[in-house]
């Protein structure tokens, strides 16, 4: 009986002896396992860390290269006395690694990329900022590293140029979809409005009505003070005398002799928006697709041009405005009389969703574009074109619309006629 006793005794020691080292072992390994899983998250966080970091010196040096190439549009064009060097030879040297790579703005010696053009401006720690030219547009690149230099990240975005307005040897110096030509103004015609050396004076739908009172076009050479051609002898916005007594003298069409420089369309062959047609729409764009156009084109004014309220300080707004010529304004535009608004070589792009209302002895340089009612009192001079997008009777008074062949170039200069903008779905942060 003793005997049995003792043996019990000794199988549940073996027992409790077992079961503790198999329990030392199981908690010896959950700590081994547990300290495991510990040094690997925090090698996962310390990379998630360096990645961050260094993605993040890569979108600085993407957005650099984008802010370098947005300042200076004309590298857009590749052209190696700016800068650009080949990538022929450089394949296997980043950022030539990209499809399609062409040129980079850089400096290249004995076959290897030794600096980025971009950076020698304005160096950042730990990033580099590069400009890429391909069939494609213009790659703004960024490359980037951890403050450990473990870390690595690039980023692109492919850019190409667009013109902010039509060119304009299409547009007429007055165009409006229908109204009455009246008042006793004068136009002078964009010469070569219909193609080479077709004048045209006024595009409109076949509506309008040509039969008020006395108005009158004419040829460059034809609008005159007394004997002076106006376009040889007065003023440019800046110096030299007003226009004011300029005025056609062998006319080309009036009231009741309608002659080709008036040009009139169905309504089916008429844009459909003014508005859009002079900032490269389609003629059948549809009521949609103005209103996406209208807030691009004020996305643009408030992001490099200007974005008024009214234009009580336009004269004074726009002479400080150096980045572009667009001017938009959001209520009602009252040009007072006397004064005089952008000169011929700094001309206005003026877009008013109100009244548009130009005053007497007022002188404008530039297009001007109404997207409701415009209003000519007395006598302005608007050297340019004027745009109405709805039905108008602008013509009232004795103003005159001059066709200035220089206004309308200058508008077409790089610096001002044209931007950079975003490939649609270019943006990536790999090297395909």
């Known amino acids: 009986m003793h005997k049995s006793n ?27 396992i547990t300290a495991r899983v510990g040094a690997l998250d925090q090698q996962i966080s310390g990379n998630e860390f360096r990645h961050k970091e260094a993605f993040a010196n890569a979108e600085a040096g993407l957005e650099q290269a984008a802010s370098y190439l947005s300042a200076n549009p004309s590298l857009h064009q590749g052209d190696a006395d700016d800068g650009w060097a080949s990538c022929t030879g450089l394949t296997a040297e980043f950022p030539c690694t990209i499809v399609g790579a062409q040129m980079v703005f850089a400096t290249v010696t004995s076959s290897a990329i030794t600096s980025s053009s971009v950076n020698a401006l304005a160096a950042m720690p730990d990033a580099d900022a590069y400009l890429v030219k391909t069939p494609f ?104 005398d ?55 084109i004020k996305a643009r004014a408030q992001a490099t ?36 608004v952008g000169s011929r070589n700094k001309p ?13 002895g007022a002188e404008t340089w530039g297009i001007l574009v109404g997207l409701d009612d415009f209003v000519l009192n007395g006598g302005p001079v608007i050297h340019g074109s004027a745009i109405s997008d709805i039905e108008s009777d602008l013509t009232n008074g004795t103003y005159s619309q001059v066709y200035d062949e220089s206004v309308l170039a200058n508008l077409r200069e790089e610096g001002i006629n044209t931007e950079m903008t975003k490939m649609q779905y270019s943006w990536r942060d790999f090297t395909p």
């Open 242 to 296: 007003d226009w004011q007594g300029c005025s056609c003298d062998i006319e080309r069409s009036n009231s009741t002799d309608v002659t080709a420089d008036i040009v009139l369309y169905s309504d089916a062959d008429f844009p459909n928006s003014p508005f859009a047609y002079v900032f490269g729409g389609e003629d059948d764009i549809s009521a949609a697709d103005v209103v996406t156009l209208k807030a691009e």
């Open 137 to 240: 547009g213009t790659v703004a690149v960024g490359q980037g590293v951890s403050d450990d230099g473990t870390g690595a990240a690039m980023a692109q975005v492919t850019f190409s140029q667009a013109n902010l307005l039509l060119t304009s040897d299409e547009l007429p110096p007055l165009m409006v979809p229908s109204g009455d030509l009246s008042g006793n103004f004068n136009v002078v015609p964009n010469p070569n409005g219909g193609g080479p050396g077709i004048p045209v004076s006024v595009w409109a739908k076949d509506t309008l009505d040509t039969t008020g009172s006395n108005w009158k076009t004419c040829d460059h050479g034809e609008f005159k003070d007394a004997t002076d051609i106006c376009m040889d002898t007065k003023g440019d916005g800046v110096t030299g």
């Open 6 to 32: 003792a043996f019990i005794h000794h199988v549940r020691g073996s027992a409790v002896l077992m079961v503790s080292i198999i329990l030392l072992i199981a908690v010896t390994l959950i700590i081994i």
């Open 348 to 360: 206005m792009i003026l877009v008013v969703e109100g009244e548009i209302r130009v005053n007497a």
């Open 305 to 340: 041009g200007l974005v008024l309220a009214n234009c009580t300080n336009l004269v004074s707004e726009f002479a400080n405005l150096t980045t572009s010529a667009l001017v938009w304004v959001e209520g009602n535009c009252l040009i007072n009389s006397n004064i005089t």
